[in-house]
């Protein structure tokens, strides 16, 4: 007989960390929202969620990484906007972040999950910080409500 696992959308009984960027503010405000709104949507206690402020989408992996060692959460969700400016800068903060989150994910084997906005202009990163395109801040979070609970499965 075939089983089947599948994380549910019961926050309740897990505690979350938010690695959140104060670099583009404007954007990273309304993914933060976005995450909170969803945690709340889902049960979560507010004593079970704590947010860590980093000056940069560049600094997310290292703090990801610390704060998912130290066991205390049950995932954490990283929220950052790098936007493409007229030099490659883009290009190298977008993929040392993104490789980062992952390594931080492997490392520690804890859901480390993946609110990066990469976006050619501010426009863009606002449409998919809730303007247009939904918020990927509560996308994000409702990736990490089901990722801790599959873990716990496992």
Same mark, same amino acid.
């Given at each position: 007989?075939m089983t089947t696992l599948e994380g549910q959308l019961q926050a309740g009984k897990y505690k979350f960390a938010i690695v959140c960027s104060?670099?583009?503010?404007?954007?990273? &405000?309304?993914?933060?929202?976005?995450?909170?709104?969803?945690?709340?949507?889902? $049960?979560?206690?507010?004593? &079970?969620?704590?947010?860590?402020?980093?000056?940069? %989408?560049?600094?997310?992996?290292?703090? %990801?990484?610390?704060? %998912?060692?130290?066991?205390?959460?049950?995932?954490?969700?990283?929220?950052?906007?790098?936007?493409?400016?007229?030099?490659?800068?883009?290009?190298?903060?977008?993929?040392?972040?993104?490789?980062?989150?992952?390594?931080?994910?492997?490392?520690?084997?804890?859901?480390?999950?993946?609110?990066?906005?990469?976006?050619?202009?501010?426009?863009?990163?606002?449409?998919?910080?809730?303007?247009?395109?939904? &918020?990927? $801040?509560?996308?994000?979070?409702?990736?990490?409500?089901?990722?801790?609970?599959?873990? $716990?499965?496992?």
């Open positions: 007989m104060r670099f583009n503010d404007l954007v990273t &405000n309304r993914l933060l929202e976005g995450a909170l709104d969803c945690l709340k949507r889902h $049960g979560a206690k507010e004593q &079970n969620l704590q947010i860590v402020w980093v000056p940069g %989408a560049f600094e997310i992996p290292m703090v %990801a990484r610390k704060v %998912a060692a130290s066991k205390k959460f049950s995932a954490v969700i990283c929220l950052g906007a790098v936007v493409r400016g007229a030099t490659p800068h883009f290009e190298y903060i977008a993929a040392e972040v993104t490789k980062g989150i992952a390594q931080a994910a492997l490392a520690t084997d804890m859901p480390v999950i993946y609110g990066i906005i990469t976006a050619d202009t501010q426009e863009q990163a606002l449409e998919r910080a809730g303007s247009k395109s939904g &918020n990927r $801040g509560f996308l994000a979070a409702m990736n990490a409500i089901e990722m801790a609970d599959l873990a $716990g499965q496992l």
